[in-house]
């Protein structure tokens, strides 16, 4: 039975783009969850909305087509429909309104401390991920560089402009801090399964929330013109259960706690 | 008819749109009832990495006087207190260490490294 199950029950979630992709990518965070839904719930209105215009619209062209209806009818007043074509779209307005405002409060609410902070520095044309959150002195413990690898040294199964050499690892469940920005030039730091987009502007930090609630590997890219190489520096977020971070973090980069 | 679909809908859509709040609310609840620390300034969470090292995962606390996104004001006015304090209380003290923490974890390594020469040449434009 579980081999059946692993068959043929196995999900393999959206956490990168795929060709002639439609909808979103799948949610890894509460925010993103927020952001398909809602879209889910303006969808329901927009659809609404789009029929009725239509089947005013076909109803209109049918009924006063010249050949078959020369004398069109003159209607200048009509107070009880537009009272209610006043009514109806603002209340169809506050329905998409009020989930809209929730969600836009809600994302940028940080209600419990962060257990981790990571600066995402983006430079022409690669990033650089700072973990400085052990050093004992002014110099940095973990700091590495991710570059894209490029198409002809990417092995089968990679996905093209898409891979890294040095992915960003973080705890999963976890609370992040990311503080985005930038050395040079504006870029972007954008990852949609987290259902992030930061502009990463250089003198200033923008700091970003989230918790990533499964496991997995999750793809992004710049998101900001910066020049030649802008659509050739992804992002890539590898999300580890807790009790592997301290080992993957460790292994990443042999870190310098402590000296000089 | 339509004004009575209109009605029911509005019912449906009320309870799915205070869901966002209710999500992030009780979630907030939720977390907040798994941190048994209420007494520390920062959560925290103790493991053990392969090298049998205790790592703890904290770092900086959101701080309220800085609730936005810009977070630039923040690490540099971490930068001024943990310097003020060296100051006032001397070069090594253990207090001043969680100042160190909170700006290394918020700065970018240049930013710092730019500060830490403008404070040697005297340039440093901040009140220190």
């Given at each position: 039975m579980i081999v059946l199950k692993w068959l043929f029950l196995t999900i393999s979630p959206c956490d990168a783009a795929e060709p002639w992709q439609l909808g979103s990518q799948d949610a890894a965070t509460p925010i993103m969850q927020g952001i398909i839904d809602l879209h889910h719930d303006i969808f329901f209105f927009l659809i609404l909305i789009l029929v009725f215009v239509l089947w005013i619209l076909v109803r209109a062209l049918w009924h006063f087509h010249y050949k078959k209806n020369a004398i069109p009818q003159r209607i200048v007043h009509g107070t009880t429909i537009e009272i209610l074509r006043t009514i109806f779209p603002s209340i169809i307005s506050m329905f998409i309104a009020i989930p809209s405002f929730a969600l836009l409060y809600s994302m940028d609410e940080v209600v419990v401390d962060p257990a981790i902070t990571i600066k995402a520095i983006g430079h022409q044309w690669y990033r650089t991920y700072e973990?400085?959150?052990?050093?004992?002195?002014?110099?940095?413990s973990l700091t590495f560089d991710s570059y894209m690898i490029p198409e002809e040294d990417l092995e089968l199964g990679q996905s093209r402009l898409l891979e890294v050499d040095n992915r960003v690892v973080v705890p999963a469940k976890t609370h992040l801090r990311i503080i985005v920005t930038s050395a040079d030039v504006p870029h972007s730091w954008a990852v949609p399964s987290s259902g992030v987009k930061c502009d990463a502007v250089p003198g200033r930090l923008n700091q970003i929330s989230i918790l990533v609630q499964r496991e997995g590997v999750y793809y992004g890219q710049c998101?900001?013109?910066?020049?030649?190489?802008h659509a050739f520096t992804p992002i890539v977020v590898e999300a580890v259960p807790r009790k592997d971070y301290g080992s993957r973090v460790s292994n990443q980069l042999i870190p310098q706690t402590g000296e000089a | 008819s339509l004004a009575s679909s209109a009605s029911s809908r509005r019912h449906r859509t009320g309870e799915k749109s205070w869901r966002f709040a209710n999500f992030f609310i009780f979630n907030r609840l939720r977390l907040l009832l798994s941190l048994?620390?209420?007494?520390?300034?920062f959560s925290s969470f103790v493991f053990r990495s392969a090298m049998e090292d205790e790592i703890e995962l904290k770092t900086a606390p959101a701080d309220f006087r800085f609730p936005?996104?810009?977070?630039t004001r923040h690490c540099f006015t971490r930068y001024i207190e943990f310097h003020r304090c060296t100051t006032a209380k001397g070069?090594?003290?253990?207090?001043c260490e969680r100042f160190a923490k909170y700006y290394r974890a918020l700065c970018p390594g240049e930013w710092v490294d730019k500060w830490n020469e403008q404070r040697e040449t005297g340039t440093f434009p901040g009140p220190l």
């Open positions: 973990y400085s959150d052990y050093n004992s002195s002014d110099e940095q998101s900001e013109i910066c020049g030649t190489n | 048994s620390l209420p007494n520390q300034a936005t996104t810009n977070q070069e090594d003290s253990n207090e």
